[in-house]
């Protein structure tokens, strides 16, 4: 069955930066895009970034334009979010998920890596 | 990108039909028909319960259906149960290759 595990959330100062992790398995990962959705306390889902299935074309939401990129090593089947200059407005559980093929949605979803911005 | 706008909140009794709108623009809802809606209880992550407007993925009950109107969506869940009652958010392709989401609607099951 098809499994995304995040890791590498924490507390980070702003300005600070993160790098978030997600293995992927039971699925073969190499032939999907995928995406970083996040969700900040108590409000809804925001979209923050895509990643081909071999990496060659990457887009994101305006927010995080310039400060987050998201990348992919298929080998080792793990989606990465780089997060730099962090804000306080960062704050957020940050899920990984799966992209329906030729759906343009989302189909499967890991539990979330909370990431909390604060000095 | 503004998020597509959902209602707060909506209720119903067991057994009842609710509808949730999703008011988009002819750049998100309007432009392609790849509106999506996910069901999200408390502390989980969201799951897909309509893709294309109106495609359930596999073990989705047939209670729950989707729609669109020009710059619309909606979501239909007829026959409420207990346990329907969670947040739900609809979600869209954009004209710019993004995705943008509604503000969630919290269904309570009465």
């Known amino acids: 069955q098809v499994q995304l595990e995040e890791s590498g959330g924490g507390v980070v100062q702003p300005g600070g930066s993160l790098t978030l992790s997600c293995k992927a398995s039971?699925?073969?990962?190499?032939?999907?895009?995928m995406h970083w959705v996040r969700q900040a306390p108590g409000k809804g889902l925001e979209w923050v970034a895509r990643?081909?299935?071999?990496?060659?074309?990457?887009s994101n939401g305006d927010s995080v334009t310039g400060r987050f990129t998201i990348s992919r090593d298929n080998s080792e089947n793990t989606l990465y979010l780089q997060m730099n200059s962090l804000r306080i407005e960062d704050t957020a559980v940050y899920f990984c998920?799966?992209?329906?093929?030729?759906?343009?949605?989302?189909?499967?979803w890991g539990q979330g890596a909370l990431v909390t911005v604060s000095s | 990108q503004s998020a597509l706008t959902q209602p707060p909140s909506v209720s119903g009794s067991p057994g009842q039909s609710v509808t949730i709108s999703c008011s988009g623009t002819?750049?998100?809802?309007?432009?392609?028909?790849?509106v999506s809606w996910y069901q999200q209880s408390p502390g989980t992550a969201p799951k897909l319960m309509i893709f294309?407007?109106?495609n359930r993925p596999s073990g989705v009950p047939d209670r729950f259906s989707g729609s669109k109107s020009g710059n619309t969506a909606s979501l239909t869940i007829s026959g409420l149960q207990a346990d329907d009652e969670a947040d739900y958010y609809c979600?869209?392709?954009?004209?710019?290759?993004?995705?943008?989401f509604g503000g969630g609607t919290k269904l309570t099951v009465l």
């Open positions: 998920a799966k992209d329906l093929p030729d759906g343009y949605a989302f189909d499967f």
């Open positions: 039971g699925f073969t990962f190499e032939r999907h895009p």
């Open positions: 990643i081909s299935h071999d990496a060659k074309f990457k």
């Open positions: 002819s750049s998100d809802v309007g432009y392609y028909d790849y």
């Open positions: 294309e407007v109106n």
């Open positions: 979600c869209s392709y954009t004209k710019r290759a993004t995705w943008v």
